[in-house]
């Protein structure tokens, strides 16, 4: 099936940890996008990719990094510099060109211990 | 910078009952508007896509118009059932010829058997 898949499910982060969110997708989409989702708001952008090796900020993305090697994949990693890491993050990926439709993982809700 | 604001956050309707959920945007330059589905825990669904040039579109019980003038759109349900409980957002494009998206913070429909 084509998709895209986010794992793990939950994660949990101590404090002083660094973990990765996994993203894969088999679309044979170009660009994909990390979003963090906070209790009763809208989503937030982290970072965007367009095209392999290539990456850019949006508009939370201090304490996070992410990196594109390969078009099907792109993790997310909470650094330690996150102070408040607690969310629901969401991945998609769409094609380029105008007026895309993005497609959503299911979500890796994070937690602090 | 864009402010899309989606009013009611929450609504609760009997099944059967036609109802409106509206979302308004702060800048009218956008080439599409797209309306989503969360439900609890998940990812998301794209559920209709608006190009700028187009006043309205349909997929089903659905109904979306745009009206850019106003910076505004509204989506229409018709004869909602206890299936279409979920989150409803709409994301317009960062700027023009961009993929990346602002997001409403949603509304959260119930709709009661």
């Known amino acids: 099936d084509g998709g895209i898949t986010q794992s793990p499910k939950y994660l949990f982060r101590k404090e002083g940890q660094n973990v990765t969110l996994s993203c894969e997708q088999n679309l044979n989409h170009d660009a994909m996008y990390w979003y963090r989702q906070d209790p009763g708001q809208g989503l937030r952008l982290i970072y965007y990719?367009?095209?392999?090796?290539?990456?850019q900020k949006g508009d939370i993305a201090e304490g996070y990094s992410v990196s594109r090697e390969k078009k099907e994949s792109f993790p997310l990693t909470v650094t330690s510099a996150q102070k408040n890491p607690t969310a629901f993050y969401l991945c998609?990926?769409?094609?380029?060109?105008?007026?895309?439709?993005?497609?959503f993982g299911a979500g890796t809700r994070l937690s602090v211990l | 910078k864009q402010e899309v604001t989606q009013i009611p956050a929450a609504l609760s309707v009997p099944e059967g009952e036609n109802l409106v959920l509206n979302c308004s945007f702060t800048?009218?330059?956008?080439?599409?508007l797209q309306w989503f589905r969360q439900d609890p825990g998940k990812g998301l669904t794209s559920l209709l896509l608006?190009?700028?040039?187009?006043r309205e579109q349909t997929s089903g019980r659905l109904n979306a118009s745009l009206d850019k003038s106003s910076g505004r759109s509204t989506l229409y349900i018709a004869a909602s059932q206890p299936g279409d409980s979920a989150t409803y957002l709409c994301a317009v494009p960062y700027q023009t010829g961009a993929n990346n998206l602002f997001f409403g913070t949603g509304t959260r429909l119930t709709v009661i058997p």
């Open positions: 990719s367009q095209i392999v090796n290539d990456f």
């Open positions: 800048d009218s330059a956008i080439y599409n």
């Open positions: 998609a990926s769409s094609p380029t060109g105008s007026s895309p439709i993005q497609y």
């Open positions: 608006i190009q700028s040039s187009q």
